[in-house]
């Protein structure tokens, strides 16, 4: 039996160590080397295209009651919010000026009527003189004159009258639609002016005007009928929807940035949402229900060297086997609509199929 040195146990360790220290750094390349591949399956589901607007709520269908008259406010009927009908009493004006006129205006309208009255009596008398051959043609003519003169005067006088019993009327503020009172700009005992605006009134508040300022990049894919969801401060957790009602081809310009207004009619059956709220919306420009998609990512990932024109149209698939170096095969399929997150497949593909959306070399781990 050989006797074991110190020596031979000082080689042996040194051997062992320098085989132990190859072999983990063999290892550790190898590993560095493996690719990792990340799938997810093709599905059915929805594509939806969006883009995102910033928003203001107001009011719909609203209506101004202006002041048509001038006045003292001596009462008001009406308050904020208050739900108000066709023809009610909100407001009540005292114009002395006004009433004074009418009872001038309307004093001379009854002399007026009276001289008319003694003119054609006065007419029809001279009438049948001239028939009975008492008086000449000519008289009977200056009775005729007279009357139509006085006729004339009377319906001057009655115009008159009417004019200033309408200016007394608009004295009286009455609610031209039935709805709710938005806004009022009256108080009593406080001057008012022909044209000042009294009250604002809407006929319901269930139904709101949102309105989008749409990029002038975008507004080309904007159109009427599109699906808008938006969502309020007030409200966060919460989102409304509407229909775009009109898309307005003025421009606003402000400095460098164009923009276009559309206007979306809304509902609020909850009456959440107030007038002047500002509103962060959705516009759905593109959606399709019920079709093949994969991630966006898939037609990104490139495990390979493709022409960059044949990107948009090709995924990789996984396969059972390795094709080459890869686990995957390259799909040239027929895409529809690219959404935000998704994009629709129509051919070349089945619900299920594995597509890969991430792809890392191994020299990259």
Same mark, same amino acid.
């Given at each position: 039996?050989?006797?074991? %040195?110190?020596?031979?146990?000082?080689? *042996?360790?040194? +051997?062992?160590?320098?085989?132990? &220290? *190859?072999?983990t750094?063999?290892?550790?390349?190898?590993?560095? !080397?493996?690719?990792? *591949? $990340?799938?997810?399956?093709v #599905?059915?589901? =929805?594509?939806?295209?969006t883009?995102?607007?910033p928003?203001?709520?107001?009011?719909?269908?609203?209506?101004?009651?202006l002041?048509?008259?001038?006045?003292?406010?001596?009462?008001?009927?009406?308050?904020?919010?208050?739900?108000?009908?066709?023809?009610?009493? /909100?407001?009540?004006?005292?114009?002395?000026?006004?009433d004074?006129?009418?009872?001038?205006?309307?004093?001379?309208?009854?002399?007026?009527?009276?001289?008319?009255?003694?003119?054609?009596?006065?007419?029809?008398t001279k009438?049948?003189?001239f028939?009975?051959?008492?008086?000449?043609?000519?008289g +009977?003519?200056?009775?005729?004159?007279?009357?139509?003169?006085?006729?004339?005067?009377?319906?001057?006088?009655?115009?008159?009258?009417?004019?200033?019993?309408?200016?007394?009327?608009?004295?009286?503020?009455?609610?031209?639609?039935?709805?709710?009172?938005?806004?009022?700009?009256v108080?009593?005992?406080?001057?008012?002016?022909?044209?000042?605006?009294f009250?604002?009134?809407?006929?319901? &508040?269930?139904?709101? /005007?949102? #309105?989008?300022s749409?990029? $002038?990049s975008?507004?080309?894919?904007?159109?009427?009928?599109?699906?808008?969801? *938006?969502?309020?401060?007030?409200?966060?957790?919460? %989102?409304?929807?509407?229909?775009?009602h009109?898309?307005r081809?003025s421009?606003? #310009? !402000?400095?460098?940035?164009? =923009?276009?207004?559309?206007?979306v009619?809304c509902?609020?059956?909850?009456?959440?949402?107030?007038?002047?709220?500002?509103? #962060?919306?959705?516009? $759905?420009?593109?959606?399709?229900?019920?079709?093949?998609?994969?991630?966006?990512?898939?037609?990104?990932?490139?495990?390979?060297?493709?022409?960059?024109?044949?990107?948009?149209?090709?995924?990789?698939? !996984? =396969?059972g086997?390795?094709?080459?170096?890869?686990?995957?095969? !390259?799909?040239?399929?027929?895409?529809?609509?690219?959404?935000?997150?998704? =994009?629709?497949i129509?051919?070349?593909l089945?619900?299920?199929?594995q597509?890969?959306?991430?792809?890392?070399?191994?020299?990259?781990r």
């Amino acid at each position: 039996m050989q006797k074991v %040195t110190k020596k031979k146990i000082l080689v *042996f360790g040194v +051997m062992s160590t320098a085989v132990l &220290l *190859f072999f983990t750094a063999v290892r550790s390349c190898n590993k560095g !080397k493996d690719n990792a *591949f $990340e799938y997810q399956g093709v #599905t059915a589901g =929805t594509v939806q295209k969006t883009i995102s607007v910033p928003g203001v709520i107001d009011m719909m269908d609203a209506y101004r009651v202006l002041g048509k008259t001038s006045g003292m406010v001596i009462k008001v009927y009406a308050d904020f919010n208050q739900e108000v009908r066709k023809g009610q009493l /909100l407001a009540a004006l005292d114009s002395p000026d006004i009433d004074q006129r009418l009872t001038k205006t309307g004093a001379q309208l009854e002399s007026s009527k009276l001289e008319l009255a003694i003119a054609k009596e006065d007419l029809e008398t001279k009438k049948s003189m001239f028939r009975d051959n008492l008086i000449s043609e000519k008289g +009977m003519e200056r009775a005729e004159y007279n009357y139509k003169t006085v006729q004339y005067k009377y319906k001057q006088m009655l115009i008159d009258y009417n004019i200033i019993k309408g200016m007394k009327a608009d004295t009286r503020i009455t609610a031209p639609i039935s709805g709710i009172v938005i806004s009022r700009n009256v108080e009593e005992n406080a001057p008012a002016g022909a044209g000042a605006p009294f009250f604002v009134i809407v006929p319901s &508040l269930k139904k709101m /005007l949102l #309105t989008i300022s749409i990029d $002038e990049s975008d507004i080309g894919q904007i159109k009427k009928g599109q699906s808008v969801y *938006f969502t309020v401060s007030a409200f966060p957790d919460k %989102t409304f929807r509407g229909t775009i009602h009109q898309v307005r081809i003025s421009p606003i #310009t !402000k400095g460098s940035v164009v =923009t276009y207004e559309s206007l979306v009619v809304c509902d609020n059956d909850g009456l959440l949402l107030k007038p002047g709220m500002t509103a #962060t919306a959705t516009v $759905e420009i593109g959606r399709r229900d019920n079709v093949l998609r994969v991630p966006n990512q898939a037609f990104v990932v490139a495990p390979a060297v493709i022409p960059p024109d044949e990107r948009k149209s090709i995924v990789w698939r !996984k =396969t059972g086997t390795m094709i080459g170096k890869l686990p995957v095969e !390259k799909v040239k399929v027929e895409a529809g609509l690219r959404g935000d997150n998704y =994009t629709e497949i129509k051919k070349n593909l089945k619900k299920g199929d594995q597509i890969l959306i991430k792809f890392i070399k191994g020299s990259e781990r």
